[in-house]
C-alpha cells in the first residue's frame, strides 16, 4: 500500500505536517485531535461568510438533488442565470453581463481574451500587450502568470510563456526617497503613461490592477488620485482597464466592487472569484458591458470556454452566498469591523518591535513584519518570519495566511481578513492571540 504523497506534493518535502481538518463553524474550525483554530484570514481570504452556514448547504443539496452539470454551449440552468443576473445587478450601472469559471485564475484569463476579441473585432488588431505592476500577482495559469508582477515566477517560467510589460505599484510603505505616498502615486501613474508610449500606444490591449492588493503587495491601498489618473490615461490611449477583484471583490472592502470606492476611475472589465462562493465551491466570474460584450457576440461569439463554465451546483451555491452577503449585512459589517480591526493592529504595532505597516480597507488587511522598524529593513530569508509567525499562530489557534513577496524583494507579511461574519467580541478574540504570537516571536529573535 502506498502512502499518501499529497500533503508532501503541495507542501514539499520536510515542512511540519499540516492539521486535518475534521469540522468548521462560523469564524472557527477544528482539527480531527479536536483543537480549534479561529480563521484570521478567512483560509486564503476566501471563506467571507464564514463556515458551515446551513443555508449554503441547503441550497447545495437542493440543486443536487435537482441536478449538477449541463454543458453551457447547448444548455442553461435557473441557478446560472440568477448568479449572473445577481452579479451584474450588484457590480452596477456599466457592468452588464456575466461570464461565471471555476475561479480567479480562469476569470483572468477570460478578461484577457475578451480584451482581445474585442480589439480584433473592432479593427484594432495590433493591440496585444497588456501592462500590469510590479509587484502583483494575478494568478496561476500562463496567461496570468505573464501578467503576474514576480522576478522568481518570471525566472522559472519564463520560458514557457510570453511575459507581459510592468509598471511600478504605487507601494505605500517603502515610498522611494523623495516622494510623498500622492507624488509617488503620481509617477506611477505616470509611468503607466510612459510604458503605454514606449510599447506603442496602438499595441497596448490593457492596463490589468487590484485596486486593493492581494498577497502580493499586502493589502495594497493607493491614494485616491492615482485611481482616476490611471482611468485618464487608459482613457487617453484606448486601453482597456481592468480590474483583478478576485480577493479584494465580492464585499470583501465593505462595497460589492473595491471599484466601488472610486467611482470616478471604473473599470471595464472585471475580474471576481473567491468570495463569490465564500469557499463553498470553486467559482469565479468576468464581468463586463454590453458595449465589449456585443460586439464580441456580433462577431460570431467568444472564443473561450471551460467544461465548468456556468455549473449550475456552483451556480447555485453563489446564489445562496450572495443573498447571504446582502441579507445578513455583511458588506456593512466589514466596514464596520475593518475600522476595529485595523485600530487594534495599528495599537499592537506601536507596542511591537516587528511590526512595521499596517494597511488595508475593510476586512482586507496586511500586517508587514520587519527586522527594524527604524530602516524597514526585513528579516534574512533564512530567518523565514512571516512564516515563523504563522507557525506560531497555528500553534496558539489562529490561521493568518502569510506572504513573502518576490523572495522578500517588497518585503513580507501575512493577512489580517477573518470573514465578514466576525463581531467586536471575535476580535478580540483574534487580537489576544495574535498579541501572544507576537510576544512569543519577538521574544525568539532578539
Known amino acids: 500500500q502506498k502512502e499518501s504523497s499529497g500533503g508532501a506534493f503541495y507542501a514539499g ?42 443555508r449554503i448547504g441547503d441550497a447545495m443539496i437542493e440543486q443536487a438533488k435537482r441536478f449538477s452539470y449541463v454543458v ?75 501578467i503576474t508582477g514576480d522576478p522568481d515566477r518570471d525566472q522559472m517560467f519564463g520560458p514557457i510563456m510570453r511575459i507581459m510589460p510592468k509598471v511600478p505599484a504605487p507601494l505605500s510603505y517603502r515610498v522611494p526617497e523623495g516622494h510623498d505616498l500622492d507624488s509617488y502615486g503620481d509617477y506611477c501613474a505616470n509611468e503607466l503613461e510612459r510604458q503605454i508610449l514606449a510599447e506603442g500606444e496602438d499595441t497596448v490591449l490593457a492596463f490589468v490592477m487590484e485596486p486593493v492588493g492581494g498577497v502580493a503587495t499586502g493589502a495594497l491601498v493607493a491614494p485616491n488620485s492615482y485611481y482616476s489618473k490611471v482611468r485618464k490615461i487608459c482613457d487617453r490611449y484606448g486601453v482597456l482597464l481592468i480590474f483583478d477583484e478576485v480577493m479584494c471583490g465580492a464585499g470583501r472592502t465593505g462595497t460589492f466592487l473595491a471599484a466601488h470606492h472610486w467611482p470616478d476611475a471604473l473599470p471595464d472589465l472585471v475580474a471576481c472569484a473567491k468570495g463569490l462562493s465564500a469557499g463553498y465551491t470553486p467559482l469565479g466570474a468576468m464581468i463586463a458591458p454590453n458595449r465589449i460584450v456585443d460586439k464580441v457576440v456580433e462577431s460570431g461569439g467568444f472564443l473561450h470556454g471551460h467544461t465548468y463554465s456556468g455549473n449550475p451546483l456552483s451556480s447555485a451555491i453563489g446564489v445562496a452566498v450572495l443573498t447571504e452577503l446582502v441579507n445578513q449585512n455583511l458588506m456593512e459589517n466589514a466596514q464596520r469591523m475593518g475600522v476595529i480591526l485595523r485600530q487594534k493592529l495599528n495599537a499592537l504595532k506601536d507596542r511591537s518591535t516587528t511590526i512595521g505597516d499596517v494597511r488595508g480597507m475593510g476586512l482586507l488587511n496586511a500586517v508587514e513584519i520587519v527586522e527594524d522598524k527604524a530602516t524597514k529593513a526585513i528579516f534574512a530569508s533564512s530567518r523565514q518570519a512571516s512564516y515563523r509567525v504563522s507557525e506560531i499562530a497555528r500553534d496558539l489557534g489562529l490561521h493568518i495566511y502569510s506572504r513573502r513577496a518576490a523572495s522578500g524583494k517588497f518585503g513580507e507579511w501575512f493577512m489580517a481578513a477573518p470573514p465578514l461574519i466576525i463581531s ?13 504570537t507576537f510576544r512569543i516571536f519577538e521574544r525568539a529573535v532578539r
Not at 479536536?34 to 484570514?41: E, F, P, T, V
Request: glycine share 12%; charged share 20%; hydrophobic share 40%.
Open 13 to 54: 518535502r520536510g515542512v511540519t505536517k499540516t492539521p486535518t481538518i475534521s469540522h468548521a463553524k462560523g469564524i472557527f474550525f477544528w482539527d480531527t485531535d479536536g483543537k480549534r483554530y479561529l480563521d484570521g484570514s478567512s483560509g486564503a481570504v476566501a471563506a467571507n461568510i464564514g463556515h458551515g452556514n446551513e
Open 72 to 146: 453551457r454551449t447547448a444548455f442553461t440552468s435557473e441557478a446560472t442565470e440568477t448568479l449572473s443576473r445577481m452579479v451584474a445587478e450588484l457590480a452596477g450601472p456599466g457592468f452588464d453581463q456575466t461570464f461565471l469559471v471555476s475561479g480567479g485564475s480562469e476569470a483572468i484569463e477570460a478578461t484577457l481574451k475578451l480584451a482581445r476579441q474585442y480589439a480584433v473585432v473592432t479593427g484594432k488588431p495590433k493591440r496585444s500587450k497588456i501592462l500590469a505592476r510590479m509587484p502583483g500577482y494575478h494568478g496561476s495559469t500562463l496567461g496570468a502568470a505573464a
Open 424 to 436: 467586536e467580541p471575535e476580535i478580540g478574540l483574534f487580537m489576544e492571540l495574535l498579541k501572544e
